[in-house]
């Protein structure tokens, strides 16, 4: 769980932690994280708070005058000496103190890596955590959707409306799924099986041309064939001038749905 926590903070590039001064995994005394109670419960929690106002670490007067900490001048020094120059610079050049100490100071158990997303994590469930990843992941367009987009021109609107559209385009769950797979350009042709080594040639089964999911829903003649006669079936039975495009044809007409049945 933790280190699913530490990718999550990676992907968000959620780097508060990296300036605190306590429990940090890169400022180590023996090498260990440390803790100091005194110095926590005087507010020095950043790496931040052991610097002057020019952004250099304090001296140890400086310190003792500013904190009133028991902490010798070999305490001090030892724990000034680990921290790494990376961090160092790391916390001059941002400006968290506000926002990190408030995260530390009043609640544990607030997750919020930015500024639209927070999560609790005493109420969080795994699909919380979920969310988070996808949201992160997932972000760019589906690789179905964008290669018809190649052929044919759909906005990511349409593409909205088709995907809504699989719930109703049949009652049919196997359609429903056939749909889906087909929205996604997982439907496996000639080609694929050729790929796959289970079939010894990619050429199509009617016309022998090269098979592909365009090839066999809209390039072929067989299909076209078929598609104009099952059109001209339709227009004869309802005396209708129906002329659906290719895109009709593969994704559905909107301005008639919802269609209950095909
Ligand atoms: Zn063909």
Redesign the pocket.
Known sequence: MLSFLDDLKTLYNYNLGQTVLFKNREILIDGKPFFIQEWFSKGIILISDLLDEQGQLLSYQAFKAKYQCKTNFLNYYQVRSTIPDSLLAKTKNNNLEPLSKSIFLQNHSIFDPDSSTKVNFETAKVKDFHWLLNKQVNNSPHPGPTKWSKSMPICAKQWEKIFISIKQVSRENKLREFHFKFLHRIVVTKKELCRFGIKNDSE?L????Q?SID??FSD????KDFLSKVVQWFNNCNRSTFKPSNQDFLFGIFSILPIKNY
Request: proline residues 0%.
């Open positions: 199509c009617y016309c022998g041309e098979d090839h066999t072929c003649l067989f299909t």
